[in-house]
T-cell receptor, first 112, second 112 residues
Framework: AQRVTQPEKLLSVFKGAPVELKCNYS??????LFWYVQYSRQRLQLLLR??SRESIKGFTADLNKGETSFHLKKPFAQEEDSAMYYC??????????????FGAGTRLAVHP | DAGITQSPRHKVTETGTPVTLRCHQT?????MYWYRQDPGHGLRLIHY???????DKGEVSDGYSVSRSKTEDFLLTLESATSSQTSVYFC???????????FGEGSRLTVL
């Protein structure tokens, strides 16, 4: 079965500390992985995608096919990073429908 | 905000009553989606549409129906609301990149 697991409901860190939001997936093929973010009073939005190998707002995520993981990392957390983060998977033969499978989400709280 | 509006934004109703949520987009996008967001489950796809009168089921479609008679409107109907359908409902449209979805602000539905 296709599944995305985010083991932590809440991750609480202090400003300047490193952050790692965990994401593991269950899928037999070659999926595309994404991170979405929802800031307070804002809409859910795409943060980054593995295929782009990009860094957005200091966040990076590496797809590890051996461990079936796609953890989101940032070396120095900022208070404005506080938000709800969702890991999402798109199966490889989606036919362009963008039918994403989301994890349960992790709330990141960055304290001053 | 990708020109997506949802209505109503908040609704309280009683068990057994019909409810219709509306998603309106001004982007002329072909693909539209309805997700529900629940603690511990993240976002789950209810139904999606790939064109006028073309719709299909997602992973949690039981108890829901949809209609798309115009490109700009995608309606989600609960024929007979139950307490288990208390949730936040998000409409989304597909972006131009793989896995990219633009979300509405959400509609909070409470079924008493």
């Amino acid at each position: 079965a296709q599944r995305v697991t985010q083991p932590e409901k809440l991750l609480s860190v202090f400003k300047g500390a490193p952050v790692e939001l965990k994401c593991n997936y269950s899928y037999s093929g070659s999926p595309e992985l994404f991170w979405y973010v929802q800031y307070s009073r804002q809409r859910l939005q795409l943060l980054l995608r593995h295929i782009s190998r990009e860094s957005i707002k200091g966040f990076t995520a590496d797809l590890n096919k051996g461990e079936t993981s796609f953890h989101l990392k940032k070396p120095f957390a900022q208070e404005e990073d506080s938000a709800m983060y969702y890991c999402a998977l798109q199966p490889e033969f989606s036919g362009g429908y963008n039918k994403l499978i989301f994890g349960a989400g992790t709330r990141l709280a960055v304290h001053p | 905000d990708a020109g997506i509006t949802q209505s109503p934004r908040h609704k309280v109703t009683e068990t057994g009553t019909p409810v219709t949520l509306r998603c309106h987009q001004t982007e002329n996008h072909r693909y539209m989606y309805w997700y529900r967001q629940d603690p511990g489950h993240g976002l789950r796809l209810i139904h999606y549409s790939y064109g006028v009168k073309d719709t299909d089921k997602g992973e949690v479609s039981d108890g829901y129906s949809v209609s798309r008679s115009k490109t700009e409107d995608f309606l989600l109907t609960l024929e007979s609301a139950t307490s288990s359908q208390t949730s936040v409902y998000f409409c989304a449209i597909r972006g131009t990149s793989p896995g990219e979805l633009f979300f509405g602000e959400g509609s909070r539905l409470t079924v008493l």
